[in-house]
């Protein structure tokens, strides 16, 4: 979140202090205060100039991320990239290219996807993308807002340097948890990569 912090205008909250076990699991986090409510819990009572005013926000907060450019694929301290989803996550890397971070990728899940659909699914993915910052869990909850304006985005856990279409994959999971959320996505992720969200989603079903 320091990177964060030095470089865009993002609402995050400072780190004060980070408690871990033995094994260097993060047990809690001591940070800022940060006001404001979830926004799944405010979208339903929002006005549609806010829902606006939000998306718009969102989408200049997006844009700032994502003009940070990176050289491998991992965390923002040279960690561990993280692929998977709500309870099932592996850890691998950090990646010097693409085309390694795609080799474990489908390290995980290509001997679950039926033989007729491996060679086309290895194909969607290519090994030329930009790399940039992403969140990586662009999810209604773990956005605040107040007044119709974003205040903070919070859980950085699986934020990191990754390939430019991860931010989109990652955040269509979550376009459905919110009535009419669907409506603003354009505006947030303008749409592109739709070979890559489409691929990602079949390929989720065998991650597990």
Same mark, same amino acid.
């Given at each position: 979140?320091?990177?964060? +912090? ?69 965390? +923002? ?14 850890e691998g890397g950090p990646f010097d290219n693409e085309g390694e971070f795609n080799e474990f990728l489908f390290s995980k899940i290509i001997s679950r996807v039926p033989q007729t659909f491996r060679y086309h699914a290895m194909k969607t993915f290519k090994d030329s993308h930009q790399i940039m910052f992403t969140h990586g869990d662009l999810a ?58 489409? +691929? ?9």
């Amino acid at each position: 979140m320091r990177l964060v +912090a030095e470089r865009t205008t993002i609402p995050v909250p400072r780190v004060h202090r980070v408690e871990s076990d033995e094994d260097g699991r993060v047990l809690k986090i001591h940070m800022d205060y940060m006001p404001g409510t979830p926004l799944d819990r405010a979208w339903p009572s929002m006005t549609d100039t806010q829902k606006k005013s939000v998306a718009e926000d969102l989408r200049n907060y997006v844009d700032q991320l994502r003009a940070l450019k990176g050289d491998y694929i991992g965390a +923002a301290d040279h960690g561990q990239a993280v692929i998977g989803q709500r309870t099932v996550f592996h850890e691998g890397g950090p990646f010097d290219n693409e085309g390694e971070f795609n080799e474990f990728l489908f390290s995980k899940i290509i001997s679950r996807v039926p033989q007729t659909f491996r060679y086309h699914a290895m194909k969607t993915f290519k090994d030329s993308h930009q790399i940039m910052f992403t969140h990586g869990d662009l999810a209604p909850r773990n956005i605040l807002v107040l007044d119709g304006h974003v205040t903070a985005l919070l859980d950085w856990e699986h934020a990191g340097w990754y390939p430019e279409y991860w931010e989109y994959v990652k955040a269509y999971r979550d376009f459905n948890a919110v009535p009419s959320w669907l409506d603003y996505v354009d505006t947030i992720l303008p749409p592109r990569y739709s070979e890559e969200i489409v +691929a990602m989603s079949y390929l989720s079903q065998y991650s597990h």
